[in-house]
């Protein structure tokens, strides 16, 4: 059964640091001979990495929530690499398999490089983060410092498990869980207790009041913005400290 992507934030931050504006631009990622897919590359000037950026298992790549995370990530000097997977080019509801998700996310990271030149970060929100981190796992991704994870689904909702968490085991570079604490698919106890057995390889940002799509309830007192804001000064300082 496909990870669940709840409807996310569209919020576009302001321009930060003076940097100038920064658009998309259109690229398609080649997987093999045969087959390619879609995929939205931003490089502020002087990016400091790159951040390979999956989508989750029910919006593609042009998602507000991804939109905003590309923008906002920009406008702090991080380039990013959006594509889509197999099953959202072709209209699909059905999520690939774990190999054609994998495969698809090894040729981004090649474009990626390519393209910027710089350290790659990978990961994404819910089913694209856990389809990298399978892919890290079973074979170590070019050029990527480190893993980011935007929601990472450690169970379907309500049902809290920990076996889709296995695999990191087996992931040796640093990782970033960035968890709503009202995560309906990673009960935090639970995504808590993961970080702590994975040591200094994993580091937790808690999004307080925050759902599986970052969204938070109007009696928690916090706006969208702040959320955001959160989200992407976490994202980059983490990613900072690896880039050096």
Not at 47 to 54: F, P, T
Request: net charge positive; charged share 20%; glycine share 8%.
């Amino acid at each position: 059964m496909a990870d669940w992507q709840d409807a996310a934030l569209p919020v576009r931050l302001d321009a930060v640091n003076n940097r100038g504006p920064s658009t998309d631009k259109p690229l398609r990622v080649p997987i093999d001979a045969s087959s390619s897919v879609s995929a939205l590359l931003r490089v502020p000037a002087q990016a400091k990495a790159c951040y390979v950026l999956a989508h989750g298992a029910g919006a593609g790549m042009a998602h507000p929530f991804m939109q905003a995370i590309a923008e906002g990530l920009a406008d702090r000097g991080m380039a990013t690499l959006r594509f889509q997977f197999p099953f959202m080019e072709l209209g699909s509801k059905r999520t690939d398999r774990p190999a054609v998700a994998h495969a698809a996310i090894r040729a981004a990271c090649q474009v990626a490089r390519k393209k910027t030149g710089v350290p790659l970060i990978a990961g994404g929100k819910s089913f694209g983060g856990r389809m990298t981190s399978q892919a890290q796992a079973l074979e170590p991704l070019a050029h990527v410092a480190g893993l980011a994870f935007l929601g990472f689904p450690l169970h379907m909702p309500d049902k809290p498990s920990s076996e889709r968490a296995l695999h990191l085991d087996d992931v040796k570079v640093p990782m970033l869980f960035i968890q709503g604490t009202r995560d309906k698919l990673a009960e935090f106890q639970r995504i808590s207790d993961l970080a702590v057995h994975l040591g200094k390889r994993a580091t937790l940002l808690p999004i307080e009041h925050a759902d599986h799509g970052f969204d938070v309830l109007v009696r928690s007192g916090r706006k969208p913005e702040e959320v955001l804001r959160e989200v992407l000064d976490g994202l980059t300082s983490w990613i900072v400290t690896l880039a050096k």
